[in-house]
């Protein structure tokens, strides 16, 4: 955490991921004709820029990281966000989380490049929700919630007892245990092509009760945090944009209506 006054309440270091897996170049990067994914026009402003001014205006944050190939050069082509330094990304996600959990420890507050549609309303209700005794926090949000919204718009599901979920892109990373949890990840990353041995490191029995969807949301969380050794917790977002990122041409399409169909401030 940062203090900008010692009477103040400390405030978060967040990341940014805004890296290319193995520095490959992004298809819709190269349709827009700009350098890096990260740059890509959101309604007129790089999608990049969208997250930082959220999370500037985030009064929970203070300083913020932006990790990708050639940081320093990415953060020079945009307005730069006072307080924003840039680091190089690692070949992965998890690789880079846990080289920036090195440099700037716990808590780390978590979010990628894409997250066009990122607010400081979300960042708040999320950052209240993360608490002990949890290590790691991942915040979803229910389908109920996005499809109310956005009946059309098509989004990664995961399937329990109790409903369907889709990820939200932030992630709270409280304590030195979360670490566990990145090398966990880690762990998939690298067996991402070989879904038995990803089988075999998820475990047995947390495997075979999603898969028969015989789990809540809330009992593969404790399932999971056995197998890594942590307290991990989840954060249901009563925003359905939460869970909107720009990962497709249609993504983009429904971000760019939504930014230009909300009200004013």
Request: charged letters at 20%; hydrophobic letters at 50%.
């Amino acid at each position: 955490m940062s203090r900008d006054d010692p009477g103040e309440t400390p405030k978060l270091t967040a990341l940014v991921l805004a890296g290319s897996r193995e520095g490959r170049a992004d298809p819709m990067a190269v349709a827009a004709g700009v350098a890096h994914k990260a740059l890509l026009p959101v309604a007129g402003v790089p999608m990049l820029l969208r997250v930082l001014q959220a999370l500037r205006a985030s009064p929970e944050i203070g300083r913020i990281v932006v990790a990708a190939q050639g940081a320093d050069d990415l953060l020079a082509s945009i307005v730069v966000v006072p307080g924003t330094i840039g680091r190089d990304a690692a070949g992965s996600p998890s690789g880079t989380v846990a080289t920036m959990l090195e440099e700037f420890g716990t808590p780390l507050l978590v979010t990628t490049a894409d997250h066009a549609l990122l607010t400081p309303s979300m960042l708040s209700w999320f950052v209240a929700r993360c608490s002990d005794p949890a290590d790691a926090v991942a915040a979803v949000a229910g389908a109920q919630t996005i499809l109310a919204a956005y009946p059309d718009t098509r989004r990664t599901w995961l399937r329990f007892r109790d409903g369907r979920v889709s990820g939200c892109n932030l992630f709270m990373f409280r304590t030195d245990r979360a670490t566990n949890v990145v090398e966990f990840w880690r762990s998939l990353e690298h067996e991402r092509k070989r879904p038995l041995s990803m089988a075999w490191l998820v475990g047995p029995v947390a495997l075979l009760a999603y898969m028969s969807r015989l789990v809540t949301l809330g009992m593969m969380v404790r399932l999971l945090g056995r197998r890594t050794g942590t307290m991990l917790g989840v954060v249901r977002m009563p925003f359905a944009e939460a869970a909107i990122d720009v990962d497709t041409p249609a993504d983009l399409i429904l971000v760019e209506a939504i930014i230009r169909t909300a009200p004013a401030g």
